[in-house]
């Protein structure tokens, strides 16, 4: 999700350092960023936030981290926090491809991924957060029984995490092709889902161990 730029996120996105890490100071140590020690869920891309800051809300006993890279994105979501006053969400400005070297091995309980850039272009599969290379840094950072849970609208990521996710081991706890036909009361619709759904794309889900 690209937004027009806004010379002075940074600054003000280091001025909220109470919630936000764009330096990787909490790297290897996300427990003391929270105030209490709770399960760690963490969403990699948050687009606006409507999805972790509603989860939050309904979870107050588990901590939540939302992984963005883009600067301008990550103050709409820094907003809403500030907003519900919530004590149980961390942000960080981070590329998704550094995530094991901030968390620690067996540290996160769930990733979600909500809506990710689909990269079509073969040339670009190596982008995609369900690659493999990705999915050895989930492995590494969730607990044994950790989960992934993946939604898109695009049917061709959904078919390529499949085969990605299957050929890697993963195990498939939940496959859904029509997420919207009966919706599932757990489901929190993103600003993209919303907007997808509204166009009559089908909303795919899918939930996996290692």
Known sequence: MRMRNKPWAMDFLSSNG?????????????????????????????GMGTFITELAKRNPDINYVGIELDKNVMIRVLEKVRESELKNVRLLLLDAKKINEYFNEDEVDRVYLNFSDPWPKNRHEKRRLTYRSFLEQYKSILKDDGELHFKTDNRGLFEYSLTSLNRFGMIFHEVILNLHEDEPEDNIRTEYEEKFSAKGNLIYRLKASF
């Open 18 to 46: 109470d919630i936000v890490d764009v330096e990787s100071r909490y790297a290897g140590r996300i427990t003391e960023f929270f105030e209490t020690g709770s399960p760690l869920h963490i969403e990699v891309g948050t």
